[in-house]
């Protein structure tokens, strides 16, 4: 009786060393134990975790397969005023200051200095190179063809010719030594996006530079009226007077045969190089500019159908 009442309670583990009792984890011959479970045991677990885990991938690999029909990788789902980024293009520009200062547009250079402006001319070398290089962007510029207001590319994407930006060439050195710098801007682009032209001379908006206006009536071939104008200005009084002379290069705006973006291969965005050809030096120049479409509203704060920057050549 005394003896059947010992056995009710827990029999420790005979003692063993901390060596022994870990080589008989590892393997006990007398039960047959590999790491605490026999071989059928391991067998079985095995068995039951790679059955789990193909179930597990099945059912992802099932999941992406259904995600993937209702997606095309060319057009986007969430399209125009129904997208994040809605249907009012910003405007950006090039070159831009670095990354390390996030929240500065200014362009501050010595004009003397070759080493100073480097920064900037090398800057826009690496925005523009796929435009000289249409090459390098998918469809190797095959799909590209020259296009003008009489040509549309159909389902071909237009050509961008760096050859027609002359002072604002990169062998000019967009004319950064000669105090006269050229800022590149580019529409956003947003899927299927079609601007309504201000094409019609007689009714122009109130708030239009006048020198834009003026420029819109000597626009001779009425399809060039087509167009995305863009100006330029000086933000406050003083601003406006060193400024100095504006040109726009090769033309006053995106040109309507670059519309709309369909995210056909080889698309390159239409630029604007804005040749500021004798700024005041020493002082700081606000600039702003603005695209203008009757489906372009400006918004400084939400950075849409404008752009600010700082311009300062010492
Ligand atoms: C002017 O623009 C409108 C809207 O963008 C367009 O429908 C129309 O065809 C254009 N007019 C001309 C003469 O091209």
Redesign the pocket.
């Known amino acids: 009786m005394a003896e059947k009442k010992a056995e009710q309670y827990y029999t420790p583990p005979p003692k063993l060393g901390k060596w022994e009792g870990f080589r008989i984890f590892i393997w006990n011959s007398e039960t047959h134990q590999f790491l605490g479970r026999t071989g059928a045991s391991w067998g079985k677990i095995i068995l039951f975790y790679i059955l789990f885990y193909s179930g597990l991938i099945g059912f992802f690999l099932a999941m992406i397969a259904v995600f993937y029909q209702t997606i095309d990788l060319r057009i986007p789902k969430w399209q125009q005023d129904k997208s994040v980024i809605g249907n009012n293009p910003g405007l950006g520009f090039r070159p831009m200051p670095p990354e390390s200062n996030v929240e500065s547009t200014l362009i501050w250079y010595r004009g003397n200095d070759e080493r100073n402006y480097k920064y900037w001319t090398d800057e826009l070398d690496k925005f523009l190179q796929v435009y000289k290089n249409p090459g390098t962007v998918p469809g190797d510029g095959k799909n590209t063809v020259h296009c003008d207001f009489e040509n549309y590319p159909g389902d071909k994407v237009c050509y961008v010719d760096p050859k027609e930006w002359s002072y604002c060439s990169s062998e000019n050195h967009y004319s950064y030594h000669r105090s006269a710098p050229c800022i590149f801007l580019k529409l956003n682009k947003i899927y299927g996006w079609?601007?309504?032209?201000?094409?019609?001379t007689n009714s122009l908006p109130e708030n239009m530079p006048k020198d834009l206006k003026d420029h819109i009536q000597t626009v001779e071939n009425?399809?060039a009226?087509?167009t995305v104008w863009v100006s330029c200005e000086g933000e406050n009084p003083a601003d406006v007077e060193n400024i100095g002379p504006i040109q726009y290069i090769p033309r006053r705006g995106f040109p309507?045969f670059f519309f709309p973006f369909k995210n056909k291969e080889g698309y390159l965005s239409p630029l604007v190089a804005v040749w500021f050809e004798r700024p005041t030096t020493g002082v700081l120049i606000n600039i702003e500019c603005k695209a203008w479409?009757?489906n372009i509203r400006h918004d400084r704060a939400e950075r849409r159908g404008s752009v600010h920057f700082e311009l300062m050549i010492d």
């Open positions: 079609v601007p309504e032209y201000y094409n019609d009425p399809h009226l087509n309507g479409a009757h």
